[in-house]
């Protein structure tokens, strides 16, 4: 009878038993990478060190806003039919342009809408409004740029930039 004890191996052929990690082969070290030299040439180039983002922002000067000539508040309305202005030129609804009862024509007035907030610079360019209350008359693009629409006529802060 044969007694064989935990690990060993049997091998047919007249061999003798060997344990089993034996027979399996042995895990090899990982080579170590040979040191690396140091370069010893010192870079020839100035590097300059780069500002951050925000501190570049802050050294640049705001634009200069326009002076303001005149301002004041009241209602403004909007039209889109396609007519001739009292400057001469075909009306452009998708332009930046207005009506005003006094103003040169040319001039140039900023237009804040006082619900929201947003502003847009147009060219007065056309005579009106002819309704009490109203100082200006908007192109349709100059009442969506500010965010009119959905009321018709809106109340507005005015600033005459330039004079036609």
């Known amino acids: ?21 034996a027979a ?6 990982p080579l170590a990478d040979a040191p690396r030299a140091t370069p010893s040439v010192t870079p020839t180039r100035k590097v300059r060190p780069v500002k951050p983002l925000a501190q570049s922002v802050r050294d640049e000067k705001p634009k200069p806003r326009p002076k303001v000539l005149d301002s004041g508040t009241c209602e403004a309305s909007f039209y889109g039919e396609g007519q001739m202005t009292a400057s001469g030129e075909p009306f452009d609804p998708s332009g930046l342009t207005a009506a005003h009862k006094t103003l040169p024509l040319g001039s140039k007035v900023r237009v804040t809408n006082q619900n929201n907030g947003k502003s847009v610079v147009v060219r007065i360019n056309d005579r009106g409004p002819f309704v009490a209350g109203r100082c200006l008359d908007l192109s349709t693009g100059a009442m969506q740029a500010v965010g009119g629409m959905g009321s018709g006529v809106i109340p507005v802060r005015y600033e005459v930039l330039s004079r036609g």
Do not use: N
Request: charged share 5%.
């Open 24 to 29: 399996q082969p042995t895990p090899t070290a």
């Open 1 to 21: 009878m044969l007694a064989v004890s935990a690990g060993t191996v049997l091998a047919t052929g007249g061999s003798d038993p060997r344990p089993a990690a």
